[in-house]
């Protein structure tokens, strides 16, 4: 029976423990005083919701089999995402193909291009054939300038601002296969009734009632080895004894934890963007019209507002209208992430009059700021070739989460789960 010893407290972290307590002695440690890591839900008054917008798809095999291991099946709601597109002062809906048509700036010839590389991604069998080409280009090239400068370069921008050059169309392929899913009606998309706050605590009573160890607000501060193995765990407060651990924190995070030189990977070339997103608890909705997810080209400082009460019932969350402002960066020096928390609200709330100008500072009844600055690797041109293996070469040291294979070409909840478990089958493998 190994010792083990998991770093992260996010469900990489977490269902890897629940997996292999059946026959170890598994410890978890968190540096957050809250488990969840991406997917941690603020406590709002009698109601949970997440610190990030989360949903899921149909497809996210894994994560609903978790879902039903753990008897939260009956939470699972498959709810129509309605999406929409800001653009030239107005917001337009574009969930059915005649809404798209009767997208403005898009002309019949460009639509009908987009018809076709929507067509053309439903036929890709490995997405991973797309990971030496650049997004821009393949798009360039597959529908013209039209449609990319209109439809696909603005949402590029926004989820990968400077780094959207650079990011293969491996990654755009999945993400247009997976979203064009969604028949004449719109798509559906999935969420558990209370939040996937649900899951995180079925996942930890799990752990505990399994006899393993959670340890909160102590982050691993270091990976000891003795003679080339790994042999412990320093934390903030103390040190853990093991012969295994498994990290699930970012490949520049585990860098820093082990003696420099040990680790055969270079962990910069990886690089992750980071998140910042307020959520606004409302006292009325903003997208009247019932838009869930807007996607913005404006001059604002946020790529996309998401309505959850837009999603799931209002009445669910104490009669509070939830707007989520989302935005990405992708270094530690941009304003998103230095400014101060007062600061980065007073832009987004700006941004907001800006868009809508019927709306009141005075509908907000409370806001929270979310900020990380590793919240997801960039899928640049040839990461397939970067992916990290799940056993490192340092004896007894694994490593599983956003950056490993399962995520490829875009992190998930299920992606997590499954490389959770991928990281589990390679320790068993060893054994
Ligand atoms: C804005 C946003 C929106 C998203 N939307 C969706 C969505 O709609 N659908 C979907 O499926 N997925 C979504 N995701 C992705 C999903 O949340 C992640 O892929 C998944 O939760 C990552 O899990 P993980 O365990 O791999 O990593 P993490 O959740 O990052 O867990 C790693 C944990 O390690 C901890 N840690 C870091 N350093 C240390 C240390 N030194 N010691 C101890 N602990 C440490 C961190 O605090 C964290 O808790 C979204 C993510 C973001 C950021």
New binding site residues.
């Given amino acids: 029976m190994s010792e083990i010893v998991i770093?992260?407290?996010?469900?990489?972290?977490l269902v890897a423990a629940n997996r292999l307590l059946d026959e170890h002695n598994v410890t978890v440690?968190?540096?957050?005083d809250e488990?969840?890591?991406?997917?941690q839900s603020y406590h709002v008054a009698d109601y949970h919701i997440e610190k990030?917008?989360?949903?899921?798809f149909s497809s996210?095999t894994e994560?609903k089999e978790l879902i039903a291991e753990l008897g939260l099946s009956a939470r699972v709601q498959w709810v129509k995402g309605t999406t929409g597109y800001y653009w030239g002062g107005k917001a337009y809906p574009m969930n059915t193909p005649l809404e798209i048509v009767k997208f403005p700036p898009m002309s019949m010839w460009d639509i009908i291009r987009l018809g076709l590389l929507v067509l053309r991604t439903k036929f890709v069998r490995d997405v991973r054939s797309y990971d030496n080409i650049a997004a821009g280009e393949w798009i360039l090239k597959t529908a013209g300038s039209g449609v990319y400068n209109n439809f696909f370069q603005p949402l590029l921008n926004s989820k990968f601002g400077s780094s959207s050059a650079l990011v293969s169309a491996a990654w755009l392929v999945g993400r247009v296969k997976i979203r064009s899913n969604r028949g004449v009606e719109g798509e559906r998309l999935g969420y558990m009734k209370g939040g996937f706050n649900h899951l995180i605590t079925a996942l930890v009573k799990s752990i505990n009632e399994k006899g393993g160890r959670i340890i909160t607000g102590n982050?691993?501060?270091e990976i000891v080895q003795a003679g080339g193995q790994v042999s412990g765990v320093k934390l903030n407060a103390g040190t853990l004894s093991c012969d295994t651990v498994i990290s699930?924190?970012p490949p520049v995070?585990l860098a820093s934890?082990v003696e420099p030189g040990t680790l055969e990977f270079d962990p910069t070339t990886v690089h992750y963007q980071g998140?910042c997103?307020a959520l606004l608890g409302m006292s009325k909705p903003l997208m009247t019209d019932g838009t869930y997810w807007l996607n913005i080209k404006a001059d604002v400082p946020f790529g996309a507002l998401i309505e959850h009460t837009n999603f799931m019932p209002v009445s669910d969350y104490s009669g509070e209208h939830l707007l989520y402002i989302?935005s990405y960066f992708q270094d530690h020096k941009d304003p998103l992430y230095t400014k101060d928390e007062a600061e980065v609200m007073k832009m987004f709330l700006e941004g907001l009059e800006k868009l809508y100008p019927g709306f009141d500072r005075s509908d907000v009844l409370w806001w929270e700021l979310g900020r990380?600055a590793l919240?997801?690797p960039v899928y640049e041109t040839g990461y397939a070739s970067r992916i990290l293996p799940y056993k490192t070469n340092i004896d007894g040291l694994y490593q599983?989460?956003?950056f490993s294979k399962a995520?490829y070409p875009e992190?998930?909840?299920?992606?997590?789960i499954k490389?959770?478990y991928e990281a589990v089958d390679a320790i068993v493998r060893d054994e």
């Fill in positions: 770093i992260g407290g996010g469900l990489a972290g440690v968190e540096k957050d488990l969840g890591g991406m997917v990030y917008y989360h949903h899921f996210d994560l982050g691993a501060v699930t924190v995070t934890l998140t997103c989302a990380d919240t997801a599983a989460g956003m995520n992190r998930s909840m299920n992606g997590s490389a959770g």
